[in-house]
T-cell receptor
C-alpha cells in the first residue's frame, strides 16, 4: 500500500497569501508529481521530479513552484494566491524504474477567497 | 502528441451486470497500462496494472490489452453500487521517465441499484 501524505487536506485562505502545500512519501520513490484537478475535470500535470534537486514543469502552466531537497519531500508553493488558484492539488510518487504506476496522496482542496 | 482516449460517459449499468470500460492510446510504443478508480472528491486509486497482451484478472476486475489495436479495457463483473466512480486509464509511454504516464479524461460509471 502506498504511503504518501499531503497536508493540509483543506485550506481556505485570502488572496495574496503565500501558501505551501506539503507532500511526503515513505516509500523511497525517486519520482514525484503534482497534479491540479478541478471538480469533474481531468488531471493536469503541473510539476514533476526525477529525484533530489530535480524539478520540471508539467503540461499545464502553473504559477506555483516546487522544490526537492529530500527524496521524501516535494512541497508546492504559491507566492501570492489568487482565486484562479482554487482547485484540488494531488501529489503522487512512483518507483524510479520505468513504467511503474503512480500512487496518489489524498489531495489538498484549496480555496482562495 | 501522445493521447489516451476514453468515453466520458456517464455509463449506466444495472447492479449485478458487467461494466465494460474502454480506452485507446496513440503511442504504439506504450509499454504499461493502468486503471485507476476515482470517487468524487477523492484521489485516484490504482486498481489494475497490465503489461502484456491478453487478460489479467483480479477479483471482479479484468483488464484486457490488445497492443496491435492500441486498446485496453476494464471489465467489472457483478457490478455493485460502490463501483460507481470515474475510471481513469493511464498509459506509460516508451522510455518511461517522470512525465511518461499519460492519463485519459476518465469514464464516469454509474451502477444502478
Amino acid at each position: 500500500e502506498a504511503d504518501i501524505y499531503q497536508t493540509p487536506r483543506y485550506l481556505v485562505i485570502g488572496t495574496g497569501k503565500k501558501i505551501t502545500l506539503e507532500c511526503s512519501q515513505t516509500m523511497g520513490h525517486d519520482k514525484m508529481y503534482w497534479y491540479q484537478q478541478d471538480p469533474g475535470m481531468e488531471l493536469h500535470l503541473i510539476h514533476y521530479s526525477y529525484g533530489v534537486n530535480s524539478t520540471e514543469k508539467g503540461d499545464l502552466s502553473s504559477e506555483s513552484t516546487v522544490s526537492r531537497i529530500r527524496t521524501e519531500h516535494f512541497p508546492l508553493t504559491l507566492e501570492s494566491a489568487r482565486p484562479s488558484h482554487t482547485s484540488q492539488y494531488l501529489c503522487a510518487s512512483s518507483d524510479g524504474t520505468s513504467n511503474q504506476p503512480q500512487h496518489f496522496g489524498d489531495g489538498t482542496r484549496l480555496s482562495i477567497l | 502528441q501522445k493521447e489516451v482516449e476514453q468515453n466520458s460517459g456517464p455509463l449506466s449499468v444495472p447492479e449485478g451486470a458487467i461494466a465494460s470500460l474502454n480506452c485507446t492510446y496513440s503511442d504504439r510504443g506504450s509499454q504499461s497500462f493502468f486503471w485507476y478508480r476515482q470517487y468524487s472528491g477523492k484521489s485516484p486509486e490504482l486498481i489494475m496494472s497490465i503489461y502484456s497482451n491478453g487478460d489479467k484478472e483480479d477479483g471482479r476486475f479484468t483488464a484486457q490489452l490488445n497492443k496491435a489495436s492500441q486498446y485496453v479495457s476494464l471489465l467489472i463483473r457483478d457490478s455493485q453500487p460502490s463501483d460507481s466512480a470515474t475510471y481513469l486509464c493511464a498509459v506509460s509511454q516508451r522510455g518511461g521517465g517522470a512525465d511518461g504516464l499519460t492519463f485519459g479524461k476518465g469514464t464516469h460509471l454509474i451502477i444502478q441499484p
